[in-house]
């Protein structure tokens, strides 16, 4: 069975601090995404990765960066966190022989004062 | 890119009725359609999918329809229970960028006992 886990289910932050989320996923996937989710706006994808190293922006990268130095492990950096970055944070995994099936993690509720 | 656009965003039956959920998406070159059921407070999961080259596919009490012509695919959910209650949402990607998919913004179902 599939496991993605998120490093902290609640995080509260403030303005301008540096934020980072990880993601850790145990089937040996090749692929690994970050959206956010806000209520009316369903999943929007940030950045992705298909391999170790590599990374490509999703649809709303602005404001994110991310991390891949190990197959399993992947994370979303906030350079300076702004209140409009108060979201859902959900994290997904897939093989590369079904890129197409995500699995989710549990996400990370982040709140930006 | 791709829009996938999903109707409606909230859904009320009684229990025992039937729930539809209906997507269109805009990219011809679509061809995976994966439906993913997310109950309160959980991570998203998979709950059935169709590929381009199949009209319908049934899984107990929920099915999946495509009409590629008019490019949209609906969920059926037939007999609902109270545990169907859940925000569902629809998804289309295409074969390449790894997996990527655009996400509907998402149905609310609730069934009433």
């Known amino acids: 069975d599939v496991k993605v886990t998120q490093s902290s289910r609640y995080l509260v932050k403030r303005t301008g601090e540096k934020v980072f989320l990880e993601c850790v996923q145990d089937?040996?996937?090749?692929?690994m995404f970050w959206y956010r989710q806000d209520p009316g706006l369903g999943l929007r994808l940030i950045y992705f990765?298909?391999?170790?190293?590599?990374?490509e922006k999703g649809d709303i990268p602005e404001g994110y960066s991310v991390s891949r130095e190990k197959k399993e492990r992947f994370s979303l950096i906030l350079e300076s966190a702004s209140t409009n970055q108060t979201s859902m944070y959900l994290c997904?995994?897939?093989?590369?022989?079904?890129?197409?099936?995500?699995?989710f993690g549990p996400g990370t509720r982040l709140t930006v004062t | 890119g791709e829009n996938v656009e999903q109707h409606p965003s909230t859904l009320s039956v009684q229990e025992g009725d039937s729930a539809v959920i209906k997507c269109t998406y805009s990219?011809?070159?679509?061809?995976?359609f994966p439906w993913y059921k997310q109950e309160l407070g959980k991570r998203p999961q998979l709950i059935i999918d169709?590929?381009?080259?199949?009209g319908e596919k049934k899984d107990q009490r929920i099915a999946v329809t495509l009409n590629k012509t008019a490019k949209h695919f609906s969920l059926h959910i037939t007999e609902t229970q109270p545990e169907d209650s859940a925000v569902y949402f629809c998804?289309?990607?295409?074969?390449?960028?790894?997996?990527?998919?655009?996400f509907g913004d998402g149905t609310t179902l609730t069934v009433k006992p």
């Open positions: 997904a995994s897939s093989s590369a022989s079904r890129p197409r099936e995500q699995y």
């Open positions: 089937m040996d996937h090749e692929n």
């Open positions: 990765s298909y391999d170790v190293k590599m990374k």
């Open positions: 990219d011809s070159a679509s061809n995976y």
């Open positions: 169709i590929r381009s080259n199949v």
């Open positions: 998804a289309a990607s295409t074969r390449t960028n790894a997996g990527k998919s655009t």
